[in-house]
């Protein structure tokens, strides 16, 4: 079972259980019902049975990015062994090196809330220095239109000096808003490493990419629209 549903499962069982034991079950045929704090902190159950998350209640999640090279060249990670039977790809302390992918918003995100990127990664050394994470990304509406104009963010933190053991660090102090944005418009997202520049020059591994997202609803009510 997937965590939404598990979560919506959970959220409309203490909501049934919440109007059962105040013996106000009536309260189903009413437009909505909330629990929590109405009006400010609450899981609100519509007439339609849709449920929503308001304040304190929304949830978060992560978006997560399946790490594939896209070209070729000395700009590409290279697929190594970190340790034993695990690889993981390989980014340069000297030099620069990128990964290209997109990310679709789920419909179950609260549109234009702020979303955060970041890295988990390992560093392949003994060394505290800074590394630093960078992204160039566009983010695009439905029917808007990919123009090359790219905004970037990055983030230079202390290695911890164990080899192979995992960090996160949030690319961009603040992470990304933009209030215009829907459910299902999408970044093209450029995610490097600035090896060239970094005060520390050994390799580290990338395990994983992803964007930590507020939730409000389920899914969406509609195929394109919230």
């Known amino acids: 079972m997937s965590h939404l549903k598990l979560l919506f499962m959970k959220k409309f069982t203490l909501a049934l259980f919440t109007l059962a034991l105040f013996g106000i079950g009536n309260l189903l045929n009413a437009q909505d019902v909330q629990i929590g704090t109405p009006g400010t902190n609450y899981s609100k159950i519509e007439a339609d049975g849709s449920l929503e998350f308001n304040g304190s209640s929304t949830v978060w999640e992560d978006v997560r990015v399946a790490l594939i090279t896209r070209g070729s060249g000395g700009t590409n990670p290279t697929y190594s062994q970190m340790q034993g039977t695990l690889y993981a790809y390989k980014f340069s302390g000297v030099n620069i090196n990128n990964v290209y992918f997109e990310i679709q918003m789920p419909h179950s995100w609260k549109e234009g809330t702020t979303i955060y990127p970041h890295v988990h990664w390992a560093p ?59 459910i299902s418009s999408i970044l093209m997202v450029r995610l490097y490493r600035s090896g060239d520049a970094d ?28």
Not at 164 to 174: H, R, Y
Not at 210 to 223: A, F, L, P, Q, W
Request: hydrophobic share 30%.
């Open 124 to 182: 392949n050394g003994t060394s505290t220095s800074n590394v630093t994470w960078a992204m160039d990304y566009e983010w695009k509406n439905i029917n808007e239109t990919f123009a090359g104009t790219v905004s970037t963010i990055s983030t230079s933190v202390a290695a911890c000096g164990v080899t192979g053991q995992q960090q996160i660090t949030n690319i961009g102090a603040t992470g990304i808003t933009e209030a215009d944005k829907k």
């Open 199 to 226: 005060p520390n020059t050994e390799d580290c591994f990338l395990l994983a990419f992803d964007i930590h997202y507020e939730i409000n609803t389920v899914g969406s009510r509609n195929i394109t629209t919230k």
